[in-house]
């Protein structure tokens, strides 16, 4: 990592500077920096590159890809030595895919016309890939971004493009929950093989060769996927919040049934090809309890004509055609019809901000419905919710915002916190720093304070989902063995030191809430519900035969709520 401003050539572009703050991520190579429009590799040890071939590798690859979609390298990158130590490439707005794997997603709109019409991209740019004659090998969906900000019609980009297989210059390393274990050599067919694993996880929410199945113990990937043991197999058990197969194109589940289940290899069909499967086959649920009674379930509010897809613990709801609701009076008091939405509570009424082609916008209204329009004087590259205290990030800081009450309304700065704003991504509650492979958690506790945690166990992992409230966080994170897993730490009252545990999980799911005192609510398994005090480390599991992984959880001040078929409900002990 560069340490102090750096002038920089790229080639037929000319020199730019380099700031420590531009900093973005590492891979095993290098270093990756954003500047403007540009994306900007550093090779950690550049005689490598000039003495392996890589400078060849980028100049074919550069004259070769052309595809708005696969960010290829545009040319090499000089010190003012003239040595040759990087490459830049476009720099494109996206995000990796395990978040769209999950039921979350319908809360930012992405429905599954929108995987659809993602798939159908993404199989656009494979077959352009294979027509210049190269092979993606690990297109795993780390390696895909989806940009997602026209949630109808979601743009996908490869990257990672330098590790790609062509001409002379072979590929070995592949994420192996993507490998073709049936195959002994990489092809287009393997390729194929890839895209349907990530893009079945697209449509479904799991792996295709994951789910409870007879005469496999959890965790044996590799003898699944070469015994041809998947999803379709009679037998299979999974969780409610599996999306149902039906959603998937006739023609296009055939081909995964074919490929999954027979060890069939041949190129997909569109995902837009439409017409009814020769399947015969639906999503196979076992409850993994018959107890009955242990749970109390009631419905807080609903609409005859309109979804709920949002709850925030102030206890506002927003339906799918962006209205929001108090849940207390049942009073609608806002429409908002931007990307992402968030809400606070204030004595005196709500403040909100929606992003509204990528920009804020804030508004504050009173209970009494008296709404106004708010400004904040800078430029932001984020907004970020903890509970009910709201953020802005920018390239270097995390700067609080509060709400002043004059002769009107008016926003204004609170505390502000140093950070590297391009290697920090938001999650809810929890932003994740990776600077040169050492992980941070950022984490809002109390009224006024933030966090910085230095987590040593994350190191090597890529954080895919992540949550975090009163002295708890669950981060979800996927190995470069394709292995997710789930971490839990539970922190001191000044989040100096944790403990931690850590499980294996299906994918990047989250179904959890965090009430105000610590306990921490989990709907992971049909069936089960497991209430947690992680600083007492006590936790006990609740059986209820009606409780389901399909139902959303959330929390309304410290009452356990949850969201389910377009309703808001409690959920609450006998």
């Not at 494979?126 to 997602?148: R, T, V």
Request: glycine residues 8%.
């Amino acid at each position: 990592m560069i340490k102090k401003n750096t002038t920089v050539s790229l080639e037929g572009r000319g020199n730019v500077t380099l700031r420590p703050i531009d900093y973005v991520t590492h891979g095993g190579e290098g270093a990756i920096y954003r500047k403007d429009k540009h994306v900007i590799k550093l090779y950690l040890d550049p005689k490598k590159m000039a003495t392996g071939g890589q400078i060849e590798k980028i100049k074919l690859l550069a004259r070769t890809f052309n595809h708005p979609s696969i960010v290829a390298p545009q040319g090499l990158v000089f010190a003012d030595t003239g040595e040759t130590i990087g490459f830049y490439m476009p720099f494109v707005e996206g995000e990796a895919l395990p978040p769209l794997f999950t039921n979350d997603r319908t809360q930012r709109g992405f429905t599954n016309q929108s995987a659809i019409i993602l798939a159908d991209k993404m199989r656009d740019v494979m077959k352009h890939a294979h027509a210049g004659k190269a092979l993606l090998i690990d297109g795993n969906e780390l390696n895909w971004l989806a940009d997602i900000r026209r949630v109808t019609d979601p743009i996908p980009y490869i990257i990672d493009v330098d590790s790609w297989q062509i001409d002379r210059f072979k590929a070995s390393v592949i994420m192996p929950s993507i490998r073709d274990w049936q195959s002994g050599e990489f092809s287009e067919e393997t390729d194929w093989f890839a895209w349907g694993i990530v893009t079945f996880n697209l449509f479904t929410g799991i792996h295709p060769y994951k789910g409870g199945l007879d005469g496999y113990k959890p965790g044996e990937l590799e003898r699944r996927m070469k015994d041809n043991a998947s999803v379709f197999q009679p037998n299979i058990r999974l969780n409610q919040a599996v999306r149902d197969f039906s959603n998937i194109p006739g023609p296009l589940l055939d081909w995964y049934q074919a490929t999954f289940a027979q060890g069939i290899r041949t190129a997909p069909p569109s995902p837009q090809q439409s017409g009814a499967p020769q399947l015969r086959i639906g999503k196979t649920l076992r409850m993994v309890t018959t107890t009955t009674g242990g749970l109390v379930y009631r419905k807080l509010f609903s609409l005859p004509d309109q979804d709920i897809i949002s709850v925030w613990p102030s206890g506002v709801v927003r339906t799918r055609g962006g209205d929001l609701y108090d849940v207390s009076s049942k009073k609608k008091f806002a429409t908002t019809t931007g990307d992402r939405v968030a809400v606070v509570g204030r004595p005196e009424g709500w403040l909100l901000v929606e992003l509204k082609q990528n920009k804020p916008a804030w508004r504050f209204i009173t209970k009494t419905g008296i709404e106004t329009c708010l400004e904040l004087p800078l430029v932001s590259t984020g907004v970020f919710r903890s509970g009910e205290r709201l953020f802005v990030t920018t390239e270097s800081e995390l700067i609080e915002v509060v709400l002043h009450h004059f002769t009107k309304p008016v926003l204004g700065f609170g505390s502000r916190w140093q950070i590297l704003g391009q290697a920090t991504t938001w999650y809810q509650g929890v932003g994740v720093s990776n600077v040169l492979g050492a992980t941070h958690l950022i984490i809002p506790f109390g009224d006024q304070a933030v966090a910085m945690v230095r987590v040593l166990e994350l190191d090597t992992l890529t954080v895919v989902n992540a949550t975090a409230g009163h002295r708890f966080a669950e981060i979800i994170t996927l190995s470069k063995q394709g292995d997710y897993e789930a971490f839990r730490l539970s922190f001191d009252k000044a989040y100096l030191s944790y403990t931690i545990t850590k499980r294996a999980v299906d994918g990047a799911e989250q179904n959890l809430t965090i009430l105000p005192k610590g306990v921490v609510a989990t709907i992971e398994t049909d069936g089960q519900l497991e209430i947690a005090v992680p600083q007492n480390n006590v936790s006990r599991v609740v059986s209820d035969k009606d409780l389901s992984t399909a139902f959303r959880v959330n929390r309304i001040g410290d009452q356990v709520v949850y969201l389910h078929e377009g309703a808001l409900w409690s959920l609450s002990m006998t």
